[in-house]
């Protein structure tokens, strides 16, 4: 059985920055692609960022290009999202997934089969 596991989240102001981390195990990293998402209190869960297999295609939310990146080490068979610039609306539990049914590729919305647990990040002064 595959598991995620997110860390680095925690409290820092406006316009700090942080690196969230999502250590993969059971799955071969490179060959999956790999999401990064978040839910703050009372909103759906919405898309932040993907990177597909063999990084062939990365996206990005509206609301964090430009200032987040997501980036992958194989051979750690883990997961990054730096974030940088933060906002108080970035404010909200972060989450990584894989998804199995879409040949490597990136899925649509949530569609995703393996998630973690998730990180807090909390922006504010």
């Known amino acids: 059985q595959g598991q995620l596991v997110e860390s680095g989240g925690g409290l820092v102001q406006p316009g700090g920055s942080l690196r969230l981390s999502c250590v993969v195990s059971g799955f071969t990293l490179d060959r999956h692609a790999v999401g990064w998402f978040r839910q703050a209190p009372g909103r759906e869960r919405e898309a932040v960022s993907c990177r597909s297999e063999r990084n062939i295609e990365t996206v990005y939310a509206d609301s964090v290009e430009g200032r987040f990146t997501i980036s992958r080490d194989n051979a750690k068979n883990t997961v990054y999202l730096q974030m940088n610039s933060l906002k108080p609306e970035d404010t909200a539990v972060y989450y990584c997934?894989?998804?199995?049914?879409?040949?490597?590729?990136?899925?649509?919305?949530?569609?995703?089969?393996?998630w973690g647990q998730g990180t807090q990040v909390t922006v504010s002064s």
């Open positions: 997934g894989i998804p199995l049914r879409y040949g490597g590729n990136c899925a649509p919305g949530g569609d995703y089969d393996y």
